[in-house]
T-cell receptor, first 112, second 111 residues
Framework: GAGVSQSPSNKVTEKGKDVELRCDPISGHTALYWYRQSLGQGLEFLIYFQGNSAPDKSGLPSDRFSAERTGGSVSTLTIQRTQQEDSAVYLC??????????FGDGTRLSIL | QKEVEQDPGPLSVPEGAIVSLNCTYSNSAFQYFMWYRQYSRKGPELLMYTYSSGNKEDGRFTAQVDKSSKYISLFIRDSQPSDSATYLCAMNQYNNNDMRFGAGTRLTVKP
């Protein structure tokens, strides 16, 4: 399909484990975003990549969170030493510059 | 005060009703305004996209922007049970990818 693809769609893991979440943006979109959405809550911005510029990491909640974007395309969000409060839906979006964002269906992360 | 305010609802209406969803904002530099629809266990889906003040219509949906009042609205005519979802407003400044979202309004349309 031509949309934003995220994997896995669901992830259950034990507290203290590391997790990696993947985002495959729409082809040709230069901007890529990660958000967190907790139950019944709005979107919490995490990190933003634009082309080859340094990413905007201002939304990352702690140093346990990191993200990279290889070759200006696929991105991976990594959470180290997961905590129960990390349980949420992690959404990825991509866009052309100054255009609306298009979202994937998210990864539902549950920390036991 | 949040930069974008949106009543979370929930809002419940009978099928066929006209629905009005609203957001207010504080940053007068916002130029682009969007409405997203999010079904349960899905990502937000772009519904409407408008620039500056005015109205935009697409089928049963009308988006209105009043920049003087810092107020945007989404109207849904002849609402259907399939419109039941959470609706999020979003906005950003010109030449700036930093988009701000409302918290979302949960809508239920009852048959």
């Amino acid at each position: 399909g031509a949309g934003v693809s995220q994997s896995p769609s669901n992830k259950v893991t034990e507290k203290g484990k590391d997790v990696e979440l993947r985002c495959d943006p729409i082809s040709g979109h230069t901007a890529l975003y990660w958000y967190r959405q907790s139950l019944g809550q709005g979107l919490e911005f995490l990190i933003y990549f634009q082309g080859n510029s340094a990413p905007d990491k201002s939304g990352l909640p702690s140093d346990r969170f990191s993200a990279e974007r290889t070759g200006g395309s696929v991105s991976t969000l990594t959470i180290q030493r997961t905590q129960q409060e990390d349980s949420a839906v992690y959404l990825c979006a991509s866009s052309q510059f100054n255009q609306p964002q298009h979202f994937g269906d998210g990864t539902r992360l549950s920390i036991l | 005060q949040k930069e974008v305010e949106q009543d979370p609802g929930p809002l419940s209406v009978p099928e066929g009703a006209i629905v009005s969803l609203n957001c207010t904002y504080s940053n007068s530099a916002f130029q682009y305004f969007m409405w997203y629809r999010q079904y349960s266990r899905k990502g937000p889906e772009l519904l409407m996209y408008t620039y500056s003040s005015g109205n935009k219509e697409d089928g049963r949906f009308t988006a209105q922007v009043d920049k003087s009042s810092k107020y945007i609205s989404l109207f849904i005519r002849d609402s259907q049970p399939s419109d039941s979802a959470t609706y999020l407003c979003a906005m950003n400044q010109y030449n700036n990818n930093d988009m701000r979202f409302g918290a979302g309004t949960r809508l239920t349309v009852k048959p």
